[in-house]
C-alpha cells in the first residue's frame, strides 16, 4: 500500500484504523452502566448467591446493570461485597443492609428468570431456571426430535 492511499484512509481527523480500535478498547475498559462481560468476581457471587453459575455471561451483565439502575452503584458494589463475605454457614441469613437484601433478592429474580422488567425479559431464554430445571425448555426452544415432550424427564437426557 502507499503512504498516499494509507493517508486517504486515515479519514478527515487523521486516524488510522488501529487508533480507532485501540480508542474502542480504551473505551471498553472503561467501568460505567454499559452492558460489559461480567467479571470473574460477579461470577464467583452468583454462584454463592443463586447456587450455581449463570452459563450466559450476558445474563449476568444484564442483572448486573439492572441491579445498578434499580438500586445504585453502591448498592450494587455492597452486594457484591457482601455475598463474597458470605460462606455456607451464613449464605441463607438475610443482609444487614436493606437496600443490599432487596438488591440480593432482585438480582437472584434476574438471574432465575430473565426478565429486568414486568414486559423486558432480554435473557429469558439463557435463564438459570432453563439451566437447574433440565427436564423442560423455555417456551419457543424445540427439544431434540419431534415428541420430545412426551418422554419422562429420565430419557430425555437434560434436553
Not at 461480567?38 to 454462584?47: E, H, K, M, N
Request: charged share 15%; aromatic share 8%.
Amino acid at each position: 500500500m502507499t503512504t498516499e492511499f494509507q493517508n486517504s484512509l486515515a479519514g478527515p481527523a487523521g486516524l488510522s484504523r488501529r487508533a480507532v480500535l485501540a480508542g474502542l478498547a480504551a473505551l471498553l475498559s472503561l467501568p460505567g452502566k454499559a452492558l460489559a462481560a461480567p467479571t470473574t468476581s460477579w461470577t464467583v457471587a452468583t454462584q454463592i448467591i443463586a447456587g450455581t453459575r449463570v452459563a450466559d455471561p450476558t445474563v449476568l451483565a444484564l442483572a448486573v446493570n439492572a441491579i445498578a439502575s434499580e438500586f445504585s452503584e453502591a448498592t450494587t458494589e455492597d452486594l457484591l461485597r457482601a455475598v463474597l463475605a458470605r460462606d455456607a454457614a451464613n449464605i441463607a441469613e438475610p443482609f444487614t443492609d436493606p437496600a443490599v437484601e432487596a438488591a440480593a433478592r432482585r438480582f437472584v429474580e434476574i438471574v432465575y428468570t430473565g426478565a429486568i422488567g414486568a414486559s423486558a425479559t432480554p435473557g429469558f431464554h439463557q435463564a438459570l431456571a432453563w439451566q437447574v430445571l433440565p427436564f423442560t425448555k423455555p417456551p419457543s426452544i424445540c427439544g431434540k426430535g419431534f415428541g420430545w415432550w412426551t418422554h419422562p424427564p429420565d430419557e430425555r437426557g437434560g434436553s
